[in-house]
């Protein structure tokens, strides 16, 4: 099952998961990234990249809450608005990263 994640493109770059992921740096506020994790080598893997200053997981079950807005501005240029569930977000910016499925 993917998890997508918020975090600090430097953090990224410093201490990338231990997992098959992929990453795009927010095109509104490229000090950040979104993370689509595939799977995770192991159990521990997941904490570590999880108690890592500023990653954020955005849960499954809340898909259908508001966008927040720091998504918003990280991803308006590719059309996400504020009132946009973060599923309707995802799918937005899936369109131009094919990564982003949920």
């Given amino acids: 099952m993917r998890q997508f994640y918020r975090a600090p493109t430097a953090t990224l770059a410093a201490t990338p998961p231990d997992a098959i992921w992929h990453a795009i740096p927010c ?8 993370v689509v994790v595939e799977c995770w080598c192991s159990d ?8 890592r200053a500023n990653v954020t997981e955005f ?9 927040p807005p720091a ?7 590719w059309g996400v608005v504020t009132g946009d ?6 799918k937005k910016i899936r369109a131009n990263w094919p990564a982003a499925r949920a």
């Fill in 44 to 51: 521990q893997a997941e904490d570590a990249w999880e108690d």
């Fill in 59 to 67: 849960y499954r079950e809340n898909l259908s809450q508001p966008v």
């Fill in 71 to 77: 998504l918003v501005q990280a991803f308006a240029t």
């Fill in 27 to 34: 095109p509104g506020a490229p000090m950040w990234s979104l």
């Fill in 85 to 90: 569930t973060i599923r309707q977000a995802l």
